[in-house]
């Protein structure tokens, strides 16, 4: 008798789920990053500063982390080296802009890592343009 729910996964579903969790997680982020990429277009660059290196440095490369690498990862492309970045971003965020918050504002950026962390060692999936120069990939 087969299971009500089985445990078996067909590659066919697997690369749709990485396909709708890449492109989840990206369009989540974008609506942190949008708003950073719009401060550096108008020139505003205040910003905090929570690893001392300028609010103006800390901001530009809080968004390229999180517009420049969301479209990455929606596009699939260089999908690993996006989610490095994104790992690092989330961290920073994490454990030095609410380092000293309770644990509720650092839930967020903790499950973005842990997203991001699955990407990096899963890949992209087929339905990525990674996917489409990797043809090592099963199914």
Same mark, same amino acid.
């Given at each position: 008798?087969? &299971? ?6 067909? &590659? ?17 982020? @974008?609506?942190?990053?949008?708003? %950073?990429?719009? %401060? ?23 968004? @390229? ?44 950026? @903790? ?26 990939? &099963?199914?």
């Amino acid at each position: 008798m087969k &299971p009500l729910l089985g445990t078996k996964a067909s &590659p066919s579903m697997v690369h749709f789920s990485l396909l709708v969790l890449r492109m989840g997680v990206a369009a989540l982020m @974008l609506t942190h990053g949008w708003p %950073k990429f719009a %401060k550096v277009l108008a020139g505003n660059f205040t910003f905090g500063d929570p690893i001392g290196i300028g609010s103006m440095p800390s901001l530009i490369l809080s968004m @390229l982390a999180e517009f420049v690498g969301s479209i990455l990862i929606l596009l699939g492309f260089q999908t690993r080296v996006a989610t490095i970045i994104l790992m690092i971003n989330m961290l920073v965020v994490t454990f030095f802009a609410h380092g000293a918050d309770p644990f509720g504002k650092k839930e967020m950026p @903790l499950l973005y890592f842990l997203v991001y962390f699955t990407l990096y060692f899963v890949g992209p999936g087929k339905h990525s343009v990674d996917g489409r120069n990797n043809k090592t990939w &099963p199914g």
